[in-house]
């Protein structure tokens, strides 16, 4: 008996020191990640500026963009998404990103969509980049609507300290939910 349980000691403790190891291996040095974020980040930013021109005026003034290619998300009753993304800074990017999502409720279906964070004051993207892992909250101003309108940036709207832009929804996603988002920096 006291044998079988050093030997299941040993084994977890084997297994919990292997999967440390194992996502070490997973760090993304020398990998492609980085280009394909980008690239699908360039084809999402180009598609938002033809679909809602105002866009373009909103990312000049913005001091930063947290550009999400890709979100998917599905639930039943409990839901979840990620998707991973670049933070641009002068079109550059300077960081990656994913995105997750955790809703319960009254729900059911799958949808993908992108999205842009536009960060309009130096606080809000100083704020974003040094958090260990932002949780997306009551500060963000949503420009477009569900339904795809165009922007309805005002006055008032350019002045929140983040602006966010949904857009190219497809799929078919119902219910109420309670729900929050978690952005956290990968290499890619």
């Known amino acids: 008996m006291k044998q079988t349980l050093l030997s299941r000691r ?15 291996c997973g760090n993304g040095v020398g990998s492609t990640g980085a280009g394909t974020i980008d690239a699908r980040v360039n084809t999402t930013l180009a598609e938002m500026y033809r679909a809602f021109p105002n866009t373009a005026t909103l990312a000049e003034k913005s001091n930063g963009m947290l550009v999400m290619p890709l979100v998917t998300e599905a639930g039943l009753g409990l839901g979840a998404a990620y ?10 990017s300077v960081d990656y990103y994913s995105v997750t999502k ?7 279906g799958a949808q993908q969509y992108a999205h842009v964070l536009f960060f309009m004051t130096d ?22 609507s569900d ?3 165009s922007v ?6 350019v002045l929140s300290p ?4 949904v857009f190219g929804r497809a ?12 952005y956290t920096r990968i290499i890619p």
């Open 171 to 182: 799929g078919l996603r119902v219910g109420a939910t309670l729900e929050g988002s978690k």
């Open 147 to 149: 339904r795809g309108d």
């Open 123 to 144: 606080d809000a993207l100083s704020d974003f980049r040094r958090s260990p892992g932002w949780a997306a909250g009551a500060n963000i101003e949503y420009v477009i």
């Open 152 to 157: 309805n940036a005002d006055t008032t709207t």
């Open 162 to 165: 983040v602006l966010a832009v």
């Open 102 to 108: 955790a809703s319960g409720g009254l729900q059911i």
């Open 10 to 24: 040993a084994f977890a403790l084997g297994a919990a020191a292997s999967t440390g190891a194992l996502a070490a």
């Open 83 to 92: 998707g991973r993304g670049a933070l641009r800074v002068n079109n550059t």
